[in-house]
């Protein structure tokens, strides 16, 4: 029996990309066959963890907040307890991801603001009124002036500008309805619903 798998070739990206795209597409059998040749291969663990930890962060995001608590525990636990046993927690990780409602709302989220930051326009000067007040002189150029402090308003939540005025109303994040994720898109639509009503 001659086993491909390479860890410096074509074979390590190949078989590292069908385990996220599996875990992704919610084929839990799949994703665990692909860890298995990881391990069986010899790949690195934090290899696999890190793909672990990445995947459900990006593909899992706040639809299961959880997935990404229990993929870092996972990989705490591998590098803990070093093979054989590391592939316990490992496939505890994958299998919950891979079974887990997907969302890469957050994913997009970040990218669409990382866009926007390179264009590096001068206009995007933090509003006054968020500006840190903790040194001498502050207050007298005006930082702070204004900040209405959300603890102080019923449900802790006030509808402020927080964003820069070259900004002012652009949306980064969009909820899906999926899992836990249509809650936070219940809570902030109920809250900046003035603002937002979309």
């Known amino acids: 029996i001659i086993r491909r798998y390479d860890k410096l070739g074509d074979n390590h990206y190949d078989t590292a990309s069908a385990f996220i795209k599996s875990m992704r597409g919610s084929d839990a059998d799949a994703a665990i066959f692909y860890l298995a040749k990881m391990i069986d291969g010899g790949e690195d663990l934090m290899f696999i963890a890190r793909r672990i930890v990445i995947c459900a962060a990006e593909d899992v995001g706040n639809a299961d907040p959880m997935a990404l608590v229990l993929a870092n525990a996972a990989a705490q636990a591998a ?114 619903k003035a603002v937002n009503p979309d």
């Open 79 to 192: 590098q803990f307890v070093g093979l054989p046993e590391a592939r316990i927690p490992l496939a505890q990780a994958v299998t919950y991801i891979a079974g887990a409602p997907k969302s890469n709302a957050a994913y997009l989220a970040i990218d669409s603001a990382l866009a926007d930051v390179k264009e590096k326009s001068g206009a995007d000067e933090v509003p006054m009124h968020l500006r840190d007040t903790s040194y001498k002189g502050a207050k007298f150029f005006g930082h702070g002036r204004g900040y209405q402090y959300p603890h102080d308003f019923p449900e802790h939540f006030v509808a402020q500008q927080y964003l820069p005025d070259s900004r002012a109303g652009k949306r980064y994040y969009f909820p899906t309805e999926i899992g836990a994720e249509a809650e936070i898109k219940k809570a902030l639509q109920r809250r900046w």
